[in-house]
T-cell receptor, first 111, second 113 residues
Framework: GESVGLHLPTLSVQEGDNSIINCAYS??????FIWYKQESGKGPQFIID?????DKRQGQRVTVLLNKTVKHLSLQIAATQPGDSAVYFC??????????FGAGTRLTVKP | DAGVIQSPRHEVTEMGQEVTLRCKPI?????LFWYRQTMMRGLELLIY????????DSGMPEDRFSAKMPNASFSTLKIQPSEPRDSAVYFC???????????FGQGTRLTVV
């Protein structure tokens, strides 16, 4: 079956640096792509989403890029802070509200 | 708003017992999702409802699992009989409309011994 983000890599960055978290997807029929942040002991928390007809969307300190040609999604976090340390998941959402998650990336921010 | 409320937060039960997990979605939301999270399999979609109607339950692992949404403000996920491999964190999430962000509860950590 199709899936999103088959890996659980880790990313370690220095406080103040920019972080880039990547995700590969395989279902070209998805309408939305979403990034979630999950801190230890908590449920996933929405960060930002992007529709399939866009290639870039910016939020506060975060930017999501979508490359449909290679089926790649990325999350850029500017000036990474210790509070950004968490597991980040990409998810895809289809028109019928079906939302599937990738494996996640653990981000560690070193002070 | 208190957000999505799940109960219990922790559940420890013996193999073979029935387990019922509960979820109260955010008021006014019309979609509800049940997910299971494990280290091995990550976040798996078990079932989701639109307007209280189950849309896709293909993620429910076995007939031992069942979910209901009798009204817009309550859903249950039941496992009967439970097995040790069901041990996981179970999340409920709700959203309003298609394409909207989903809000997750704090999860129920289930341990089956």
């Amino acid at each position: 079956g199709e899936s999103v983000g088959l890996h659980l890599p880790t990313l370690s960055v220095q406080e103040g640096d920019n972080s880039i978290i990547n995700c590969a997807y395989s279902n070209s029929a998805s309408d939305y792509f979403i990034w979630y942040k999950q801190e230890s002991g908590k449920g996933p928390q929405f960060i930002i989403d992007i529709r399939s007809n866009m290639d870039k969307r910016q939020g506060q300190r975060v930017t999501v890029l979508l490359n449909k040609t290679v089926k790649h999604l990325s999350l850029q976090i500017a000036a990474t802070q210790p509070g950004d340390s968490a597991v980040y998941f990409c998810a895809e959402k289809r028109n019928n509200n079906d939302m599937r998650f990738g494996a996640g990336t653990r981000l560690t921010v070193k002070p | 708003d208190a957000g999505v409320i799940q109960s219990p937060r922790h559940e420890v039960t013996e193999m073979g017992q029935e387990v019922t997990l509960r979820c109260k979605p955010i008021s006014g939301h019309n979609s509800l999702f049940w997910y299971r999270q494990t280290m091995m399999r990550g976040l798996e979609l078990l079932i989701y409802f639109n307007n209280n109607v189950p849309i896709d339950d293909s993620g429910m692992p076995e007939d031992r699992f069942s979910a209901k949404m009798p009204n817009a403000s309550f859903s249950t996920l039941k496992i009967q009989p439970s097995e040790p491999r069901d041990s996981a964190v179970y999340f409920c999430a709700s959203s309003l409309g298609q394409g909207a962000e989903a809000f997750f509860g704090q999860g129920t950590r289930l341990t089956v011994v």
